[in-house]
């Protein structure tokens, strides 16, 4: 998977819980991506990151932010956890901006 | 209107046929193109990247990009059943920073 890793892989939290999912990559590269899949929506992008503390949104950054203070860490969290973001939620990086992406094992979070 | 739209299937084929995907998108100033395949419960991984018009061949897949038609699909000759999967096309955004992917196009190869 490139040297990318997700953690934790599996989830279940309840409602107005915050969350935490963790990206990790050995690959040192600067693109980092969070996204989201959906049965009939397909891959959407929440948030994305071009550098350590430079991130910006995605079409469906709403309740979710990010954060990246190092390198090979990107951080997506749920403030309060709601149904709708039941979702399997998955990490990409890329080294070039409009580059190719390889992407993590993802994580699958369960909101009840 | 979705910025990129697949034929969502099921599309199946015979062992040994060509798959032909399609895909089309919305953005004009789109200038990178892709192809991944995903596994039932697995992650996307990546096939085929194109940025300019015309094909591009890699083993037994190749992608065409029509950019006047703002058209790409994806061929694969002599299908196997390790090619059953889901295939996704993305498709970055006119300013380069996001990617947007089509919902996806089943495809079973049969024995």
């Known amino acids: 998977d490139a040297g990318i890793t997700q953690s934790p892989r599996h989830k279940v939290t309840e409602t107005g819980t915050p969350v935490t999912l963790r990206c990790h990559q050995t690959?040192?590269?600067?693109?980092m991506y969070w996204y989201r899949q959906d049965p009939g929506h397909g891959l959407r992008l929440i948030h994305y990151s071009y550098g350590v503390k430079d991130t910006d949104k995605g079409e469906v950054s709403d309740g979710y932010s990010v954060s990246r203070s190092k390198t090979e860490d990107f951080l997506l969290t749920l403030e309060s956890a709601t149904s709708s973001q039941t979702s399997v939620y998955f990490c990409?990086?890329?080294?070039?901006?409009?580059?190719?992406?390889?992407f993590g094992p993802g994580t699958r979070l369960t909101v009840t | 209107q979705k910025e990129v739209e697949q034929n969502s299937g099921p599309l199946s084929v015979p062992e040994g046929a060509i798959a032909s995907l399609n895909c089309t998108y919305s953005?004009?100033?789109?200038?990178?193109f892709f192809w991944y395949r995903q596994y039932s419960g697995k992650s996307p991984e990546l096939i085929m990247s194109?940025?300019?018009?015309g094909d591009k061949e890699d083993g037994r897949f190749t992608a065409q990009l029509n950019k006047a038609s703002q058209y790409v699909s994806l061929l694969i000759r002599d299908s196997q059943p390790s090619d059953s999967a889901t295939y996704l096309c993305a498709v970055n955004s006119n300013t380069g920073n996001q990617f947007y992917f089509g919902t996806g196009t089943s495809l079973t190869v049969i024995p």
């Open positions: 953005d004009r100033g789109s200038q990178s």
């Open positions: 194109i940025y300019s018009n």
């Open positions: 990409a990086i890329s080294g070039d901006r409009e580059g190719e992406q390889y």
């Open positions: 690959e040192n590269h600067r693109y």
